[in-house]
T-cell receptor, first 109, second 118 residues
Framework: GQNIDQPTEMTATEGAIVQINCTYQ??????LFWYQQHAGEAPTFLSY??LDGLEEKGRFSSFLSRSKGYSYLLLKELQMKDSASYLC??????????WGAGTKLIIKP | GAVVSQHPSWVICKSGTSVKIECRSL??????MFWYRQFPKQSLMLMAT?????????EQGVEKDKFLINHASLTLSTLTVTSAHPEDSSFYIC??????????????FGEGSRLTVL
């Protein structure tokens, strides 16, 4: 079966760095996505990785290792507004998105 | 980025009634739109893929006669929850992909519609 694993919840301190991991087992691979979702709102796109390596976009970076079926989202200089759920999703052979359950990130002052 | 608008944002209805949710791509044409359902503290669950000018493709376990999808134009898809019951209460979200700039992989989501069935 297809499976996306990410931690349920993480806590970090304002100004610090946090890494959210995602491991996947899917029928094929056509890209991995990270989305941010604030409570009661729709997800917003953060990053897209299709090749191995690190993609940096401001305070957010995303890493992919296809051989290990592994990705992480790195958030630097954490701000209170970064408190949200972070969803990892993988596009499979059929170009369907398989979604992880999301990681709820709690930022403390 | 591309904009997807969803309406209504929230709706409360009585059990047994039908509710229609609209999803519009405002600045691009979307031949395909996706409808998701999200229960509290759970991930997005794809319900169906809406195809312009043809029948929607439903995911396993989703009743196509209960969740009617119409994609009559390149910018509008509608989801109608027929004979809604309290267990249908959920957050319904539509999304679309803008292929005009090539495959960025990004899905653009509507604001979501929170349905509460009494």
């Amino acid at each position: 079966g297809q499976n996306i694993d990410q931690p349920t919840e993480m806590t970090a301190t304002e100004g610090a760095i946090v890494q959210i991991n995602c491991t996947y087992q899917t029928s094929g691979f056509n890209g991995l996505f990270w989305y941010q979702q604030h409570a009661g709102e729709a997800p917003t796109f953060l990053s897209y990785n299709v090749l191995d390596g690190l993609e940096e976009k401001g305070r957010f970076s995303s890493f992919l290792s296809r051989s290990k079926g592994y990705s992480y989202l790195l958030l630097k200089e954490l701000q209170m507004k970064d408190s949200a759920s972070y969803l990892c999703a993988v596009r499979d052979d059929n170009y369907q998105l398989i979604w992880g359950a999301g990681t709820k990130l709690i930022i403390k002052p | 980025g591309a904009v997807v608008s969803q309406h209504p944002s929230w709706v409360i209805c009585k059990s047994g009634t039908s509710v229609k949710i609209e999803c519009r791509s405002l600045d691009f044409q979307a031949t395909t739109m996706f409808w998701y359902r999200q229960f509290p503290k759970q991930s997005l669950m794809l319900m169906a893929t809406s195809n312009e000018g043809s029948k929607a493709t439903y995911e396993q376990g989703v009743e196509k006669d209960k969740f009617l999808i119409n994609h009559a134009s390149l910018t509008l898809s509608t989801l109608t929850v027929t004979s809604a019951h309290p267990e249908d209460s959920s957050f319904y979200i539509c999304s679309a992909r803008d292929w005009s700039g090539g495959d960025t992989g990004e899905l653009f989501f509507g604001e979501g519609s929170r349905l509460t069935v009494l």
